[in-house]
């Protein structure tokens, strides 16, 4: 029995909650929820999930969640996406060979179009997190999108860096999970499959690897992203129920998004997964390439505990203060690993608050300096229409 309904919105209160639906170039048809308050809303905030989770992670009722605090810090107009690594989305359990190219080039572009067109053409700041990260700021850096006027990048953006013991996973598992075991995808809930099922054996085989709780669903997370016990934050850091429903906060993914990811620790930054192929000739084989053409500030946060992508903000920080001196931040939170800067039971004190200052800093006065070229993105521009 749950004791948070799946897919609840009751996280977020006192604010209009309206559904868009929308399709990408390549057709995948992708979702929106805009939680407002007031016909002048001012700014909005995009705000974008990673790999296995959803628009879930950010209106969670256990917790003050990021949407209510943007609603009550003055930014009254929040787009939480689902893009296509979202665990609402049932082709995330086939087997398939999306790569991050594929959301930079065709889900962020009629997203950022879809807030642009519903908020009147107002600035559009971004607040994203994981492989959500890393693919925004591809689309960002890559040229596919512009016009931003701040991007807050959690964990990773364009320099994967992983613990070695990761880089061993993201080698092997992809052909272990398809091929030998002759599974689909990994899911943190198969400990609850009714009857016996491989993903339930395999699920219980892993647990027999982690005593730091008594959670099968915390045990297959572990396995599936990062190095430790846990690997994608800290317990103490998060309510007791938060953890306990990690199976609905986390779901399914098949394994060509790891390969993606191995392509681009062993290259050190962001690269295309298929250099040759020319569905992306609009994307750059280099992300960085174009570092210092790009305006918009980007804040790079990461936790101090961070066991899923270690120092990757700092490194990319580092990066890009070359190519780009003071032009963008780097804020590392002292106790804090890759996940629980967004699911953490006091987040709201310890780590949104320096969200809503750099949020702060560039409203309105940078925006000018950061709109939307007369040209756009170049992109095909796809059905979008409000889902209710």
Same mark, same amino acid.
């Given at each position: 029995? *749950?004791?948070?309904?799946?897919y609840? #919105?009751?996280?977020?209160?006192d604010a209009?909650?309206?559904?868009?639906?929308?399709s990408?170039?390549?057709?995948?048809?992708?979702?929106?929820?805009?939680?407002? *308050?007031?016909?002048?809303?001012?700014?909005?905030?995009?705000?974008?999930?990673?790999?296995?989770? +959803? +628009?879930?992670?950010?209106?969670m009722?256990e917790?003050?969640?990021?949407?209510?605090?943007?609603?009550?810090?003055?930014?009254?107009?929040?787009?939480?996406?689902?893009? @296509?690594?979202?665990?609402?989305?049932s082709?995330?359990l086939?087997k398939?060979?999306?790569?991050?190219?594929?959301?930079?080039?065709?889900?962020?572009?009629?997203?950022?179009?879809?807030? @642009?067109?519903e908020?009147?053409?107002r600035?559009?700041h971004?607040?994203?997190?994981?492989l959500?990260?890393?693919?925004?700021?591809?689309?960002l850096?890559?040229?596919?999108?512009?016009?931003?006027?701040?991007?807050?990048?959690?964990?990773?953006? #364009?320099?994967?860096?992983?613990?070695?013991?990761? *880089?061993?996973?993201?080698?092997?598992?992809?052909?272990?999970?398809e091929t030998?075991?002759?599974?689909?995808?990994?899911n943190?809930?198969?400990?609850?499959?009714?009857? #016996?099922?491989?993903?339930?054996l395999?699920?219980?085989?892993?647990?027999?690897?982690h005593?730091?709780?008594?959670?099968p669903?915390?045990?297959?997370?572990?396995l599936?992203?990062?190095?430790?016990?846990?690997?994608?934050?800290?317990?103490?850091?998060?309510?007791e129920?938060?953890?306990?429903?990690g199976?609905d906060?986390?779901?399914?993914?098949?394994?060509?998004?790891?390969?993606?990811?191995?392509?681009?620790?062993?290259?050190? @930054?962001?690269?295309?997964?298929?250099?040759?192929?020319p569905?992306?000739? @609009?994307?750059p084989?280099?992300?960085?390439?174009r570092?210092?053409?790009?305006r918009?500030?980007?804040?790079?946060?990461?936790?101090?505990?961070?066991?899923?992508?270690?120092?990757?903000?700092?490194?990319?920080?580092?990066? #890009?203060? /070359? *190519?780009?001196?003071?032009?963008?931040?780097?804020?590392?939170?002292?106790?804090?690993?890759?996940?629980?800067?967004?699911?953490?039971?006091?987040?709201?004190?310890?780590?949104?608050?320096?969200?809503v200052?750099?949020?702060?800093?560039? /409203?309105?006065a940078?925006?000018?300096?950061?709109?939307?070229?007369?040209?756009?993105?170049?992109?095909?521009?796809?059905?979008?229409?409000?889902?209710?």
């Open positions: 029995m *749950r004791s948070i309904p799946l609840t #919105l009751e996280g977020v209160q209009e909650v309206r559904p868009y639906s929308f990408t170039e390549d057709g995948l048809g992708l979702s929106m929820l805009r939680f407002s *308050r007031g016909t002048d809303a001012g700014e909005s905030v995009l705000v974008i999930h990673g790999l296995t989770t +959803s +628009s879930d992670m950010f209106i009722p917790h003050r969640n990021l949407v209510t605090h943007l609603l009550d810090s003055g930014y009254r107009d929040v787009w939480c996406l689902d893009f @296509r690594m979202s665990n609402r989305y082709y995330n086939f398939h060979r999306y790569t991050m190219d594929d959301v930079a080039l065709f889900d962020f572009p009629p997203a950022v179009e879809l807030v @642009r067109r908020n009147g053409g600035p559009i971004v607040i994203c997190h994981c959500g990260s890393v693919s925004f700021m591809m689309s850096f890559g040229g596919a999108v512009d016009g931003i006027a701040s991007v807050i990048a959690n964990s990773v953006a #364009l320099t994967p860096r992983v613990p070695g013991w990761s *880089r061993v996973k993201l080698g092997v598992a992809p052909f272990l999970v030998v075991l002759g599974l689909p995808y990994l943190p809930r198969w400990n609850e499959d009714p009857g #016996l099922s491989r993903g339930k395999f699920s219980k085989v892993v647990s027999r690897f005593g730091e709780c008594d959670e669903d915390c045990h297959m997370l572990s599936m992203w990062g190095t430790g016990w846990p690997a994608l934050y800290s317990h103490e850091k998060l309510a129920v938060t953890h306990r429903r199976g906060l986390y779901g399914a993914t098949s394994m060509n998004y790891y390969r993606h990811v191995l392509r681009m620790v062993r290259a050190g @930054r962001a690269v295309k997964m298929h250099p040759d192929d569905t992306h000739d @609009r994307l084989d280099d992300y960085l390439a570092a210092a053409d790009i918009t500030p980007v804040l790079l946060v990461t936790g101090d505990r961070n066991r899923v992508f270690t120092d990757s903000n700092i490194v990319c920080h580092q990066e #890009l203060e /070359r *190519r780009a001196p003071g032009r963008h931040e780097l804020a590392v939170l002292p106790g804090y690993g890759h996940q629980d800067p967004f699911m953490g039971a006091h987040v709201a004190e310890e780590v949104f608050p320096t969200f200052d750099f949020l702060d800093r560039h /409203r309105t940078t925006a000018s300096a950061v709109q939307p070229s007369p040209a756009g993105t170049g992109q095909v521009a796809p059905a979008m229409t409000p889902a209710g």
